[in-house]
Every structure is written in structure tokens, then in C-alpha cells.
């Protein structure tokens, strides 16, 4: 039985991946049982989840002109994975925007994250160890450090 299910999920997620546009795409299983495609196309981010209970197909758009890059983690540090998107400011480029998403298993979605400070991750560092989330924000034009944590 595990391995057609294992078929199945390498179908899906063959036929899923097949009908995107060209660009950077990320295959990864946030929990156990469940695949996701992940791609970014301008400035659109498409994803495809195939569970046991079939598929569900979304699209997140980000308002840049900018390049965007993906990365996956562990941004809740409760063993879910998720998936960043980040992108250089419009205005000097100097710094990097992030949006963070993470794997709702009730909702079969994913949903944004937001930092304890500021309204963006902006320069977002991961630290596993401390399990939290390090970025920049600031109050009256000055840089400070926001340290998020989520659960225990």
C-alpha cells in the first residue's frame, strides 16, 4: 500500500509541476504524506499540495518588481516546513524583504507569518539553535533587531 501511494503522490506531483511557467521551483513534503511544488513566475508564487485527500492548487502574488528567491525551513521550529520568498527593496536595494509562510495541516494551505516588530522581515536570519527568527526593523529611522519566536 506504501508504495502505490507513493506512485500516486509522484504522479500528481509530476502533473503539477509540468503545468507551471518557467522558473524556480522547490519540491518538498512539509509533514509526513503531504508533497508541494513550490515555484516563483515574475512576481507570482504558485504552489500545488498533494495529500491523501487530493490536491489543492494556490497562487500568493508579491507586489515587487524585483527577482524573486525561495527557500524552505523550518520557520515555526515545530518540525513543519515551510516555505520564503524573499526580494530585494524597490528602493536602494539595500535590504531583504522576506515572506513567511508555514504548512497548515487543517487548513491545507499555507499561511503568512508576521515578526513580533515592524511589519516585514526585513534581513531575516534563522537561528535553529535559539529557535527564532532575527530581522531588522525600525523606529524613527533607526535600525533595531526584532527577535520572533513562536510556541514554546
Known amino acids: 500500500m506504501k508504495l502505490g501511494r507513493s506512485l500516486f503522490f509522484a504522479f500528481l506531483l509530476l502533473v503539477a509541476s ?5 522558473g524556480d521551483e522547490i519540491n518538498f513534503h512539509p ?12 512576481s507570482k508564487v504558485s504552489y500545488v499540495i498533494a495529500d491523501e485527500k487530493g490536491e489543492v492548487d494556490k497562487s500568493i502574488d508579491i507586489d515587487t ?13 515545530d518540525g513543519t516546513k515551510g ?8 528602493g536602494m ?4 524583504i522576506s515572506r513567511v509562510f508555514y504548512y497548515s ?9 508576521s515578526p513580533a516588530c515592524g511589519d516585514e522581515f ?10 527564532v527568527l532575527i530581522s531588522t526593523y525600525f523606529t524613527q529611522n533607526e535600525p533595531k533587531t526584532c527577535v520572533t519566536r513562536f510556541g514554546g
Open 18 to 22: 509540468s503545468s507551471w511557467a518557467s
Open 83 to 90: 516555505f520564503a520568498v524573499s526580494y530585494l527593496d524597490e
Open 31 to 42: 509533514v509526513n504524506g503531504t508533497n508541494v511544488a513550490v515555484s516563483v513566475a515574475d
Open 105 to 113: 495541516r487543517k487548513l491545507r494551505s499555507f499561511e503568512e507569518l
Open 65 to 77: 518588481e524585483s527577482k524573486l528567491h525561495l527557500s524552505i525551513g523550518d520557520y515555526r521550529f
Open 122 to 131: 526585513l534581513n531575516l536570519k534563522v537561528d535553529s539553535k535559539k529557535k
Open 93 to 96: 536595494g539595500i535590504y531583504e
